[in-house]
């Protein structure tokens, strides 16, 4: 499939065209062609955004043919009931095409209905940043989430262009994260983990390992031993899965500490939140392609963790990003 603009029209806020070499459902056949999920498409077609052949498109099963013109835009992003911002977060990289930040525990990504608290989204905002809108009018610029109690690395997109290229990125695998996470027993050994996740059918606040399920695939690697049988370990993601790590970990039969969702034993005031960290992420500049990486400083609470049961050379040592990639080569 082949992009190409209208006339005049360079922003991706504006009209863009796409002749298609594929035949199929719209939702499903746009989706592809602009990497974003089939419920976005939806809600551009919901909302009258997107034509066929000079004429608006309003149903989701619209059968596409091979050479159809489709006509889309997305709309500009629509301010927010100003939300009271009492906390700031750390910038890592910033220019016009994409900002990364390192978030901490506690802060939601995007709003929500459930969501009553501001959110990283509500900052941005708050902050002036410009931000994408391919992912709907809650999650303006946000490519990809963290859990709520899950600190670390997030890349947020400022363009649409930005967005579509990023979410690429994800798609193939050229866009990734390595985690650190404490664990409360030692892996008997590196291992990969390939188990499908969805709903727990018993518990809708929880994800499990389902035959049902979407697939997933996690890498673990062993990095050293602390006190009390706790463990540092590594995690590569090779799909993106709510809550894959975790799920993983517990068909594993071990835990992440402060994980009482998914079966770690402790009391609230001894370990406060998950201790899950997105650490370092790589992907390819949206605009020029070269190779970047990011690396998002421990949050203190973490820190105070190594120091009373790790041995802090050793760590420091074993969570050196030049020595990262080399754990996952096969």
């Known amino acids: 499939m082949t992009l190409i603009a209208g006339s005049g029209m360079i922003s991706l806020t504006k009209d863009k065209m796409i002749i298609l070499k594929k035949s199929g459902r719209i939702d499903k056949v746009l989706a592809e062609a602009l990497s974003v999920s089939r419920n976005q498409v ?32 997305f709309k500009e992003a629509e301010k927010r ?37 501001p959110t990283l989204v509500d900052w941005l905002i708050h902050k002036g940043v410009s931000l994408s809108t391919v992912s709907g009018e809650e999650r303006h610029g946000i490519v990809h989430r963290i859990d709520k109690e899950t600190t670390g690395a997030l890349v947020i997109a400022k363009t649409n262009e930005a967005h579509q290229k990023l979410s690429e990125q994800l798609q193939d695998k050229s866009m990734g994260r390595y985690y650190l996470a404490m664990i ?12 499908p996740i969805g709903r727990n059918p018993k518990n809708r606040l929880k994800m499990d390992v389902v035959p049902q399920g979407k697939a997933a695939k996690t890498a673990f690697v062993k990095l050293a031993e602390g006190k009390g049988n706790m463990e540092l370990i590594i995690a590569k993601l090779f799909t993106g899965r709510t809550h894959q790590i975790r799920v993983h970990l517990q068909s594993l039969g071990r835990h992440i500490l402060g994980d009482d969702l998914y079966g770690f034993k402790s009391k609230k005031d001894t370990i406060a939140r998950v201790k899950l960290h997105a650490y370092l992420l ?43 990639n080399r754990y996952f080569i096969s």
């Open 42 to 73: 939806e809600k551009l077609i919901r909302d009258g955004l997107v034509g066929v052949n000079g004429k608006c498109v309003n149903k989701t099963s619209h059968k596409l043919i091979e050479g159809d013109e489709v006509a889309y835009r």
């Open 184 to 195: 409360d027993y030692p892996l008997k050994e590196n291992c990969i983990v390939e188990k």
């Open 81 to 117: 009931e100003a939300q009271a911002i009492d906390f700031d977060v750390e910038i890592l990289y910033e220019d016009e095409q994409m900002m990364v930040v390192n978030k901490p525990s506690g802060l939601v990504v995007h709003p929500a209905p459930s969501v009553k608290e």
């Open 282 to 324: 790589y992907l390819n500049h949206p605009s020029s392609g070269e190779k970047m990486e990011f690396v998002a400083p421990l949050f203190n609470d973490m820190k105070i963790l190594f120091s009373k049961n790790f041995n802090e050379e050793e760590i420091k040592e074993k969570i050196d990003p030049d020595r990262i």
